[in-house]
């Protein structure tokens, strides 16, 4: 037989759980919720637009793009662990100047921009760094979009499904071969 305070311990360990489980299921629901920080420099949206800047550099044919690695959080953790400060700080204001400018240019977020206006804007961004490639110091960061690009190619060729989609890859290689016949078209070589 159960005593009063036991009844009185079953119910209201019942009567917390259906009231946790509520609170979780209703937050879920809330469409102005905090945005997340995925580390120090980086909110779940910035990971967001860096893996649609990458998909914009490699983007998915018949092989995946670079969003298939999951590009943004590789190079947001690049960024946070790698960098310099100096290079971390030009990245983060490189990012938002490429938010901004997007949307100044096109009247819409990179987000909801198309293909070709991702690509048209990238290679502008591109052509600026190129420009201003002869003009940089040895002390000055480096340029933004070149860290974007770069941490881009590192992180999708250095990652599995670039490796073994993107280029040809053997896991165990066998005997050394000096010269391979090259047929036009062949990928290169995984690492």
Same mark, same amino acid.
């Given at each position: 037989?159960?005593?009063?305070?036991?009844?009185?311990?079953?119910?209201?360990?019942?009567?917390?759980?259906?009231?946790?489980?509520?609170?979780?299921?209703?937050?879920?629901?809330?469409?102005?919720?905090?945005?997340? =920080?995925?580390? !120090?420099?980086?909110?779940?949206?910035?990971?967001?637009?860096?893996?649609?800047?990458?998909?914009?550099?490699?983007?998915?044919?018949?092989?995946?793009?670079?969003?298939?690695?999951?590009?943004?959080?590789?190079?947001?953790?690049?960024?946070?662990?790698?960098?310099?400060?100096?290079? =971390?700080?030009?990245?983060?204001?490189?990012?938002?100047?490429?938010?901004?400018?997007?949307?100044?240019?096109?009247?819409?977020?990179?987000?909801?921009?198309?293909?070709?206006?991702?690509?048209?804007?990238?290679?502008?961004?591109?052509?600026?760094?190129?420009?201003?490639?002869?003009?940089?110091?040895?002390?000055?960061? !480096?340029?933004?979009?070149?860290?974007?690009?770069?941490?881009?190619?590192?992180?999708?060729?250095?990652? !599995? &499904?670039?490796?073994?989609?993107?280029?040809?890859?053997?896991?165990?290689?066998?005997?050394?071969?000096?010269? &391979?016949?090259?047929?036009?078209?062949?990928?290169?070589?995984?690492?």
């Amino acid at each position: 037989m159960m005593n009063r305070r036991e009844a009185l311990k079953a119910v209201s360990f019942l009567m917390g759980g259906a009231v946790i489980g509520a609170e979780v299921f209703l937050t879920g629901c809330d469409t102005k919720r905090e945005e997340r =920080q995925v580390n !120090e420099l980086f909110t779940e949206s910035d990971v967001a637009l860096l893996d649609e800047v990458g998909e914009t550099i490699i983007p998915e044919t018949d092989t995946p793009g670079a969003k298939a690695v999951g590009i943004g959080s590789f190079m947001a953790m690049m960024v946070l662990d790698v960098y310099t400060d100096e290079n =971390q700080k030009s990245f983060k204001e490189g990012l938002e100047a490429l938010k901004e400018g997007f949307e100044d240019e096109y009247g819409h977020s990179f987000m909801e921009g198309k293909p070709e206006e991702r690509k048209a804007y990238l290679t502008r961004l591109n052509d600026e760094l190129v420009s201003e490639r002869n003009k940089k110091t040895d002390d000055e960061p !480096e340029h933004y979009f070149r860290m974007m690009k770069e941490l881009t190619l590192l992180g999708y060729f250095s990652s !599995e &499904i670039g490796s073994t989609k993107a280029l040809r890859y053997i896991e165990t290689p066998g005997r050394y071969e000096a010269c &391979i016949p090259y047929e036009k078209g062949m990928r290169a070589w995984a690492i």
